[in-house]
């Protein structure tokens, strides 16, 4: 099941045009891994990966935001 889970994974962030779509894709992960040890497993081997966001008000600061796949952690750099 683990790329129909990923699928579910990618709508569990806020949408905020979508409000709702985050709280229905929580209760689909919900029931898919209620009494499932294979989809629980796949969960948690995910790790996380790096990443980095620019917004406009960011960029008008010189600044990002990038997380570190190996920390987990969260820091402001400049561009």
């Known amino acids: 099941m683990g790329g129909g889970l990923a699928v579910l994974l990618c709508f569990c962030g806020t949408d905020f045009d979508n409000p709702f779509t985050r709280e229905w894709a929580l209760l689909a992960v919900?029931?898919?891994?209620?009494n499932n040890l294979e989809n629980q497993r796949f969960i948690d081997s995910l790790q996380p990966q790096e990443i980095s966001i620019q917004s406009e008000e960011l960029k008008k600061l010189?600044?990002?935001v990038k997380m570190s796949g190996q920390t987990g952690k969260?820091?402001?750099v400049p561009t």
């Open 74 to 76: 969260f820091s402001f």
């Open 30 to 34: 919900r029931n898919a891994c209620e």
């Open 62 to 64: 010189g600044m990002q």
